[in-house]
């Protein structure tokens, strides 16, 4: 269990429609990446949130946008969708564990976006 | 684009045998993390292995690094059907702040 949930589990949309996506940490830390994972392919980098702020991004266009809460809750939307945006999308958060490393990631069950 | 190559794509061994799985990368890394995956699912984090560190055990799982060969490997003592899954090694690139997955080793289990 890595206390990271996320919601809704499966979505379907149409093209053109506009998503969000939600998580929950219970770490208590104030960093949360998201990732996109095509079918058959590794998790890809979104972005990172620290502190409500975007702290760094990947090779994805501005129609993802993200939001982090006080709370340590976290949404990532995505507007004008494509039928590529078809992916399992997961969240992430470091472990609370004093003296681990916030490299390590804890991922939650993931978010699974079905474009039509 | 991707960071890490993992080696093989898919892997169907017995139960009771070892699996290998290998990771080669590209860039100077911090660390390097194996990651397992069940059924598309949420990833879970498996071990982390420092760029000074060659060689590092948890339970049945047997990590090794080679920063001059710029790759790792995996090993599952033992294998069980509950070890099928995927499997990612992931680096995190110095200086950035995000986890570079590869395209996973798909492990079957054979009972």
């Known amino acids: 269990e890595t206390g990271v949930t996320q919601s809704p589990t499966h979505l379907i949309k149409t093209r053109g429609q506009q998503v969000t996506l939600r998580c929950s940490s219970q770490s208590g830390h104030n960093t949360v990446s998201w990732y996109q994972q095509a079918l058959g392919q590794g998790p890809q980098f979104i972005f990172q949130?620290?502190?409500?702020?975007?702290?760094g991004r990947g090779n994805f266009p501005p129609r993802f946008s993200g939001l982090q809460f006080p709370n340590y809750s976290s949404e990532l939307n995505v507007n004008a969708l494509e039928l590529d945006d078809s992916a399992l999308y997961l969240c992430?958060?470091?472990?609370?564990?004093?003296?681990?490393?916030?490299?390590?990631?804890?991922f939650g069950p993931g978010t699974r976006l079905t474009v039509l | 684009s991707q960071q890490g190559e993992e080696d093989p794509q898919a892997l169907s061994i017995q139960e009771g045998e070892n699996a290998t799985m290998n990771c080669s990368y590209k860039?100077?890394?911090?660390?390097l993390q194996w990651y397992r995956q069940n059924s598309g699912r949420g990833l879970v984090h498996l071990i982390l292995i420092r760029s000074n560190e060659r060689e590092k055990h948890s339970g049945r799982l047997r990590v090794t690094l080679d920063t001059s060969k710029k790759s790792s490997s995996l090993l599952i003592t033992a294998s069980r059907a509950a070890d099928t899954a995927s499997y990612f090694c992931?680096?995190?690139?110095?200086?950035?702040?995000?986890?570079?997955f590869g395209q996973g080793t798909r492990l079957t289990i054979n009972p």
């Open positions: 949130y620290y502190r409500e702020e975007e702290n």
């Open positions: 992430a958060s470091p472990p609370p564990q004093r003296g681990s490393s916030t490299d390590t990631q804890y």
């Open positions: 992931a680096t995190v690139i110095q200086g950035a702040q995000k986890l570079v």
């Open positions: 860039t100077s890394i911090n660390n």
